[in-house]
Nanobody, 130 residues
Framework: QVQLVESGGNSVQPGGSLTLSCAVS????????VGWFRQAPGREREGISC????????YYSDSVEGRFTISSDNAKNTVSLQMNNLNPEDTAVYYC???????????????????????WGQGTQVNVSS
């Protein structure tokens, strides 16, 4: 059974940085795609980044491109999301998820975002305010 545990959420000031981690058990990272999603109060779930270890591919939404970096530690079976230059619009609960197929092409990623299929963690809260 695949289980995901996120950590690293916190409160930071605008312009600050955080690193979120997603510990994956029950699957190796090369057997799945790993995505990061977020949901702010009153807003729909937003897919922001995806990593395919198998194909060495990443995807970022326009809202985070250039500020966030997704990476993996295959030995620890964890995926991290380095978030820089945070702003109040980044305030949300952040979730990691795994899914098959193992690709991160945008059409499939958006389907994943809308459907909620795959395995999901419990989420970690990020607050950005002054």
């Amino acid at each position: 059974q695949v289980q995901l545990v996120e950590s690293g959420g916190n409160s930071v000031q605008p312009g600050g940085s955080l690193t979120l981690s997603c510990a994956v058990s029950g699957s190796t990272l090369d057997a799945v795609a790993v995505g990061w999603f977020r949901q702010a109060p009153g807003r729909e779930r937003e897919g922001i980044s995806c990593l395919s270890v198998k194909y060495g591919a990443t995807y970022y939404s326009d809202s985070v491109e250039g500020r966030f970096t997704i990476s993996s530690d295959n030995a620890k079976n964890t995926v991290s999301l380095q978030m820089n230059n945070l702003n109040p619009e980044d305030t949300a609960v952040y979730y990691c998820s795994t899914n098959i197929p193992t690709t991160c092409g945008e059409p499939l990623f958006r389907l994943w975002e809308k459907s909620g299929l795959g395995h999901w963690g419990q989420g970690t809260q990020v607050n950005v305010s002054s």
